[in-house]
């Protein structure tokens, strides 16, 4: 399965400041999702987000959607030290499987 | 909340063992688990599909044969590698869900080190 490209691979910001992260993907999709992964840990879904919707709330995060441009953009806001991690976007299509992007590198300076 | 696990955690193995991974889904039926494969500094890829009760459907350059996924219950799946090489060691994540539309849950993951 061909994976989408995240950018950037890696991020480093202070706590407090706000992290955003992109994701673009090729094909179309049903849902577009965002996971988090600590180091050597299994993953944690954030944020589902279906194709006929262009944005979802979840507490300090915020996912865009634009179908047109096969984009999604994560955004994290008042990041904290706990928040440091790798983050993942996985589209889903017609099949059942996920196809995840490359992945965002965040690290949060306290 | 649905809940996988992984069984176990870590293993050490020498080339040329088979080892085998647990996936289990504890409070829900999964019809359909999958196996991915997740390198240092890498993204997950999906090496298998794998619906209770028939054969598993293997991602292009997966090799069936070397990597053995059995679905016996709605509870459980394993991964057997066989005859591992250091080339194997990674990062084996699988995933449950309970059917067509359902989100899927991860495992904690399991650390192969074949060496």
């Known amino acids: 399965s061909q994976q989408g490209e995240e950018d950037p691979q890696a991020l480093s910001i202070q706590e407090g400041e706000n992290a955003t992260m992109n994701c673009s993907y090729k094909?179309?999709?049903?849902?577009l999702q965002w996971y988090r992964q600590n180091s050597g840990r299994g993953l944690v879904h954030l944020i589902l987000?279906?194709?006929?919707?262009r944005e979802k709330h979840s507490g300090r995060l915020r996912v865009t959607l634009d179908t047109s441009k096969k984009s999604s953009s994560l955004l994290i806001t008042a990041s904290r030290a706990a928040d440091t991690a790798s983050y993942f976007c996985?589209?889903?299509?017609?099949?059942?499987?996920?196809?995840f992007g490359s992945g965002t590198q965040l690290t949060v300076l306290p | 909340g649905a809940v996988v696990s992984q069984h176990p955690s870590w293993v050490i193995c020498k080339s040329g063992t088979s080892v085998k991974i647990e996936c289990r889904s504890l409070?829900?039926?999964?019809?359909?688990m999958f196996w991915y494969r997740q390198f240092p500094k890498q993204s997950l890829m999906l090496m298998a599909t794998?619906?209770?009760?028939?054969?598993?459907?293997?991602e292009q350059g997966v090799e069936k044969d070397k990597f053995l996924i059995n679905h016996a219950s709605l509870t459980l799946s394993t991964l057997t590698v066989t005859s591992a090489h250091p080339e194997d060691s990674s990062f084996y994540i699988c995933?449950?869900?309970?059917?067509?539309?359902?989100?899927?849950?991860f495992g904690p993951g399991t650390r192969l080190t074949v060496t």
């Open positions: 094909t179309s999709i049903n849902n």
């Open positions: 995933s449950a869900s309970g059917g067509q539309g359902r989100e899927q849950y």
């Open positions: 987000i279906r194709s006929n919707e």
């Open positions: 409070d829900f039926q999964a019809t359909t």
């Open positions: 794998s619906n209770e009760g028939s054969k598993a459907t293997y």
């Open positions: 996985a589209t889903s299509g017609s099949a059942r499987q996920l196809t």
